[in-house]
Structure formats: structure tokens, C-alpha cells
């Protein structure tokens, strides 16, 4: 998926939602951007709130509108908690996934590793970004790309702290395991998903 200028984007949405936008830099045009004008900026209505909210979602994620739609359809219909199974069906993407596991620095990495096949599920390749793995899948570097530039210097680079707690790696084998499921934290998430849904819902 095309993104476009995405320090623009970051700036429009008012949130570091791309790696690039993760920095001092982004902070200090934030923050410079806030201090131009003394006008008192108008009252956000709720569409352009929840819009906002919806392409905060979108593009963390890096996902279309028309993925994105069926990720909302799907939440709200087959579970009574739909924002805590959103989020399920983001988070385990298997290109999130990857992400997640540290094999890559950015989701968009991640989705390029899985459509190029260097990534296996339970030994199989898998080149659908949007697979959803499961409970005890094993996620895994497949063996032909482990000597690729990729993956060479993994294990220097590594960051096992980074990985969340519905998943295990091992750096040696260049594999890991999905071992639980993801949970909603409003406090590590850049979005609100109730007003997604809220913009959905219209």
C-alpha cells in the first residue's frame, strides 16, 4: 500500500504513527508547529475526530480502508467485546507479527520479508501479510533467507525486550512462538479504537 509523505501525514494526525516520525525532530515540529499562532483553534467535531482516530488505526497498521472495513465488520459482529477483537485481528497479522518478533525494525519491512517468502508458519511459507496466525503457531525465518542481508545481523541489533508477552523468540533459531493473544492497552496504542468504531457506525 501506498502511504505517501509520511512526516506530513504524522503531522496532519498529530501522532508519531510512522518509525520515521518516532523522533526528537518530529517532537520539536510538533511542538514549534503548536506555538505559531495565538488563535484559539476551533471545537473538533465528532466526525473529524473519529476520522482522525480511523486513519491513526490505519496507518499504524498500514492497512487499507477496504481491510480495515472488514477488520471492523468482523469485530462487531461475531464478538461482544469488538474493540479487544479489533485489535486481535491487527495484532496478529502474521506481517504485525513479524514486527512484533524484532525480525523487522518497521511494519512495512515486516510486510515486504512475508511477500518476498522469507518467512515461514510452522514450516510452511507463507506470503499473505494479512495471514492471521494462532495460538501456537511457530513464526520463523525460513532456512534458504537466514543467510540473507536481511537477517545478518540480527542477532547484534536483536531487542528481545521489545517483544510482547503473547510471544516468545529465539534468536539462535531465528524462530518464534505465538503463545497467547494480544490484549488492548489503551496506554501503548497512538489511537482510540472506540472512536473507530463510533466513525464505522455511522
Do not use: C
Not at 510482547?164 to 488492548?184: E, H
Amino acid at each position: 500500500m501506498k502511504i505517501g509523505p509520511k512526516f506530513k501525514i504524522a503531522k496532519r494526525l498529530g501522532a508519531p504513527i510512522f518509525e520515521k516520525t518516532q523522533t526528537q525532530k518530529f517532537a520539536l515540529s510538533e511542538a514549534r508547529g503548536g506555538r505559531r499562532t495565538n488563535r484559539r483553534p476551533g471545537a473538533m467535531s465528532d466526525f473529524k475526530r473519529q476520522l482522525i482516530e480511523k486513519q491513526k488505526m490505519r496507518f499504524t497498521y498500514g492497512i487499507s480502508e477496504k481491510q480495515l472495513r472488514k477488520y471492523i465488520d468482523l469485530s462487531t459482529e461475531k464478538s461482544d467485546q469488538p474493540i479487544s477483537h479489533l485489535i486481535k485481528l491487527l495484532e496478529m497479522r502474521l506481517d504485525n507479527t513479524v514486527y512484533r518478533l524484532g525480525l523487522a525494525k518497521t511494519r512495512q519491512m515486516a510486510r515486504q520479508m512475508v511477500s518476498h517468502g522469507h518467512v515461514t508458519v510452522n514450516g510452511k511459507k507463507f506470503t499473505i501479510p494479512s495471514h492471521q496466525v494462532r495460538k501456537g503457531d511457530v513464526i520463523s525465518v525460513r532456512e534458504g533467507s537466514k543467510s540473507s542481508l536481511l537477517f545478518s545481523n540480527l542477532a547484534e541489533s536483536y531487542e528481545a525486550a521489545g517483544v510482547p508477552g503473547w510471544l516468545t523468540f529465539d534468536i539462535k533459531k531465528m524462530s518464534g512462538s505465538v503463545t497467547g493473544t494480544p490484549s488492548y492497552e489503551p496506554s501503548e496504542t497512538l489511537f482510540d479504537p472506540e472512536q473507530v468504531l463510533e466513525y464505522y457506525s455511522r
